[in-house]
């Protein structure tokens, strides 16, 4: 593979809006589709109810510098352009609620959410609370769980299926870190594969190989590890994410 198609694979990264990433962008395109659209890779304005102002595509007022109007057109390409645009202004304001340091999937998880609240109501909500005081797994759950938190449930069933992929991806692993981060791996599972353990400090590497090595004593087979590993990557089910009826079958 040349080096031009190796940059290509490599996933995008915003040095600038270290909360903006891929992964974000696609759960919000996921769950907030394009609208208006006229066929031919075509979009025209729209006006959500009670504004005044034109939008275009995902929610955009601009294409560009300018401000939409009603005679305006904007292909595929322009509309992904400007939600970029648009995201790096949003994704810097909601860094500005979050205080605490968070892994990739769990930026994306925020972002999603922020985006279909809006920031005004994202700095008063519960879940924010939540996620700066290092909530446990459960208490998050019972905020962001549709199944739980009947809210959401209001919302239809892509406000349910949003809320339940946020939430399923704010608890997935972010199993790049060990990659970035050398370190003698004393145990047969890296614990650098706990997100809600992992800071980058120095010490807390310390921490790390001195309790894999522990473990490596006590547990030498690795069976113990490899066990609580599992539980601790289990989707929810009862809270978070029950099992579909398919799955069951």
Same mark, same amino acid.
């Given at each position: 593979?040349?080096?031009?198609?190796?940059?290509?694979?490599?996933?995008?990264?915003?040095?600038?809006?270290?909360?903006?990433?891929?992964?974000?962008?696609?759960?919000?395109?996921?769950?907030? !589709?394009?609208?208006?659209?006229?066929?031919?890779? *075509?979009?025209?304005?729209?006006?959500?109810?009670?504004?005044?102002? @034109?939008?275009?595509?995902?929610?955009?007022?601009?294409?560009?510098?300018?401000?939409?109007?009603?005679?305006?057109?904007?292909?595929?390409?322009?509309?992904?352009?400007?939600?970029?645009?648009?995201?790096?202004?949003?994704?810097?304001?909601?860094?500005?609620?979050?205080?605490?340091?968070?892994?990739?999937?769990?930026?994306?998880?925020?972002?999603?959410?922020?985006?279909?609240?809006?920031?005004?109501?994202?700095?008063?909500?519960?879940?924010?609370?939540?996620?700066?005081?290092?909530?446990?797994?459960?208490?998050?759950?019972?905020? @962001?769980?549709?199944?739980?938190? *009947?809210?959401?449930?209001?919302?239809?069933?892509?406000?349910?299926?949003?809320?339940?992929?946020?939430?399923?991806?704010?608890?997935? !692993?972010?199993?790049?870190?060990?990659?970035?981060?050398?370190?003698?791996?004393?145990?047969?599972?890296?614990?650098?594969?706990?997100?809600?353990?992992?800071?980058?400090?120095?010490?807390?590497?310390?921490?790390?190989?001195?309790?894999?090595?522990?473990?490596?004593? @006590?547990?030498?087979?690795?069976?113990?590890?490899?066990?609580?590993?599992?539980? @601790?990557?289990?989707?929810?089910?009862?809270?978070?994410? !029950?099992?579909?009826?398919?799955?069951?079958?």
């Amino acid at each position: 593979m040349t080096s031009h198609k190796k940059r290509k694979l490599k996933e995008r990264t915003w040095k600038k809006h270290p909360f903006l990433n891929e992964k974000g962008i696609e759960l919000i395109k996921r769950f907030n !589709p394009a609208r208006t659209f006229l066929g031919i890779g *075509r979009y025209a304005p729209y006006k959500d109810y009670g504004e005044d102002c @034109w939008r275009i595509g995902y929610g955009s007022k601009k294409l560009g510098k300018s401000y939409l109007r009603s005679d305006d057109i904007a292909t595929e390409e322009e509309i992904n352009i400007q939600l970029e645009e648009d995201l790096k202004i949003f994704s810097d304001l909601v860094s500005q609620y979050v205080f605490v340091p968070l892994n990739k999937n769990r930026k994306a998880a925020i972002l999603s959410f922020a985006f279909s609240i809006g920031i005004n109501s994202l700095k008063t909500c519960r879940l924010l609370e939540l996620i700066n005081k290092s909530a446990n797994k459960n208490e998050l759950i019972k905020e @962001w769980s549709p199944y739980i938190n *009947r809210l959401w449930c209001s919302g239809g069933d892509l406000m349910v299926s949003q809320r339940r992929t946020e939430l399923d991806t704010y608890l997935a !692993p972010d199993k790049t870190i060990p990659t970035f981060v050398p370190h003698r791996c004393y145990a047969k599972k890296c614990l650098l594969n706990l997100p809600e353990t992992y800071t980058g400090a120095p010490n807390q590497l310390k921490a790390i190989e001195y309790l894999e090595k522990k473990l490596a004593q @006590w547990d030498p087979s690795g069976e113990a590890l490899r066990r609580f590993f599992r539980y @601790w990557s289990e989707k929810p089910r009862s809270l978070g994410s !029950p099992k579909r009826q398919q799955d069951l079958d």
